[in-house]
């Protein structure tokens, strides 16, 4: 007999739910409470999402969304800051390591279960193909966005069915340095995205899109998915996720943590003391380097970004390792090669040599 796994299929949910439910059922499958799962849902209004190691004012434009009433919520996983609304179709996979359909490294956990998705593109007439690490592709244009992330001993892999998409006002609630700019970044995020609707002209329906995806999880995983409502115990746990996840703490993490150094950004240098901050991109996303130098050793740092760094809350841990390290830029690399080595660190396409040039730039 097939391993069976659950499907959780709903219609629109409250927004900020649609990110907590995935947190509290890998919460769940972790304590051996849930069974492994996979959810389909759409938001019941836009929100903005923003990636576990981003910090909020550097990315989304406040202002804005709160002029627009939009819901804003840090998830569990890396990545970038989203505009998310109900013309998009989440999936989100949640499974024990243990089970032998779910590959231990990101790069192959992204190839085996976007599998699925890539064949409902093809079998509606869109010729998408999966490029690593986690894209889905038409022409060399992105037609869903995707990421990943454990909890414990539990996979987490997300992404989307794109039937339309707000092209204008996803770039609205970035913050940006100028109106110039924004403009640009909107006129490439069109040339390099696309949806259902325009490679159709029309889109199909929802419903045959969501039994199209779940026939080709149930042929990729080789599993049935049986629909079952969720328990006691686990709708406990997301209303606990969900007021988490609502909590300017939660929201705030990463300025919360950092408070002292991010007070002292406007510090003037002087002699022994610098304070540095820089931007650098990698293929695996983008590092942002916060760094306090005293008698060229790290003093303080906060490293953010929208790249991913498996698990989590590591980062945080290798922040810590860092302070008091001489600046230079092979030791660096040396103790972030160890701290990757000792901690089982997976950030694809981001290598300690990228965070060491960040932080070396920072501290110049």
């Given at each position: ?42 938001p ?20 804005y ?47 085996n279960?976007l ?33 990943a ?7 987490i ?20 340095p ?6 640009k ?58 007021e988490?996840?609502?909590?300017k703490?939660?929201l705030?993490?990463?300025e ?38 005293l ?70």
């Amino acid at each position: 007999m097939r391993t069976k796994w659950r499907l959780l299929n709903y219609e629109s949910i409250d927004a900020i739910r649609t990110q907590a439910i995935y947190h509290a059922i890998g919460l769940g499958v972790d304590k051996g409470i849930s069974l492994n799962t996979i959810i389909f849902c759409k938001p019941d209004k836009p929100l903005v999402c923003i990636g576990y190691h981003q910090e909020l004012e550097k990315e989304v434009d406040l202002d804005y969304c709160k002029k627009r009433n939009y819901p804003l919520v840090r998830r569990i996983l890396g990545g970038g800051a989203v505009y998310l609304d109900s013309n998009q179709l989440f999936y989100q996979i949640i499974a024990n390591k243990s089970d032998p359909r779910v590959p231990g490294k990101v790069e192959n956990l992204f190839e085996n279960f976007l599998k699925a998705p890539t064949r409902t593109y093809n079998d509606i007439g869109i010729p998408a193909t999966y490029r690593p690490v986690n894209d889905i592709e038409v022409n060399g244009r992105k037609i869903s966005g995707n990421g990943a992330g454990e909890i414990g001993e539990v996979s987490i892999l997300t992404g989307n069915i794109i039937f339309d998409f707000n092209f204008d006002e996803m770039v609205r609630i970035l913050k940006v340095p100028s109106e110039k700019f924004r403009d640009k970044l909107s006129n490439s995020l069109k040339e390099r995205m696309t949806t259902i609707k325009k490679e159709l002209n029309y889109a199909p329906s929802e419903y045959f899109i969501r039994e199209l995806l779940r026939k080709n999880f149930e042929d990729v995983l080789q599993i049935p998915l049986i629909e079952e409502e969720l328990s006691s115990e686990e709708l406990d746990l997301i209303d606990e996720v969900e007021e988490t996840y609502k909590s300017k703490t939660w929201l705030n993490m990463i300025e919360n943590m950092h408070k002292n150094l991010i007070n002292k950004r406007s510090v003037k240098v002087s002699g022994s003391f610098k304070i540095g901050e820089i931007d650098y991109k990698t293929g695996g996303g983008l590092i942002r380097v916060l760094v306090e130098v005293l008698d060229e050793r790290i003093k303080d740092i906060m490293i953010t970004g929208d790249f991913w760094f498996i698990p989590l809350q590591n980062l945080e841990k290798l922040e810590k390792k860092l302070k008091g390290t001489i600046i230079s830029k092979e030791i660096i690399v040396d103790k972030i090669e160890q701290f990757y080595k000792i901690n089982k660190i997976q950030s694809p396409l981001v290598t300690p040599d990228d965070l060491a040039e960040t932080i070396m730039r920072a501290s110049e």
